[in-house]
């Protein structure tokens, strides 16, 4: 069974491309969290995704949320993703898999080449007291989040 809204979100600690251990519970009772798994960084959906969002930050400061974009991709590739796209958001190794797992945002087989265990393309607003206030999973990695939904939910929190 999915995460829904109006589920307590599971709590998480991994590391982000600064080797920074980096939870959920950092942000519980200070800031909305937009919560986004991708697939692989360097890969085209993917790039065009959290750029638009890199380019649409002021929205996500207004509405007094944090971007955590998470995916399997090792700390090492992560960071050099964030440094030549300029991301202004915080990148999130997954690389044992365990927290795509718990949302439930992983493919068992990804692409034809068979690649087992990559996130899907996900999108959980987290309000601050830790609650699931949206949720998007996506079984197509073409396909991307309806940022229009997940901005109208963080209006509605800010």
């Known amino acids: 069974m999915s995460l829904q809204i109006g589920q307590k979100a599971p709590e998480f600690t991994l590391y982000s491309s600064a080797k920074e251990k980096i939870s959920l519970n950092d942000y519980a009772g200070k800031q909305n969290v937009l919560l986004l798994f991708f697939p692989q960084a360097f890969t085209g959906v993917c790039t065009k995704e959290l750029c638009g969002v890199r380019d649409d930050i002021s929205k996500y400061s207004n509405a007094n949320a944090q971007v955590l974009a998470i995916s399997v991709d090792s700390i090492f590739t992560l960071a050099k993703f964030k440094e030549d796209q300029g991301f202004n958001f915080l990148l999130l190794s997954d690389f044992n898999k365990d927290v795509s ?48 939904a997940i901005n109208d939910t963080l209006t509605r929190l800010a």
């Open 101 to 148: 797992k718990t949302y439930e945002a992983i493919y068992d087989s990804f692409t034809d080449m068979d690649m087992k265990g990559v996130s899907k393309r996900s999108a959980f607003v987290i309000d601050k007291e830790g609650v699931i206030q949206y949720a998007e999973v996506l079984e197509s990695a073409g396909d991307v989040p309806n940022f229009e």
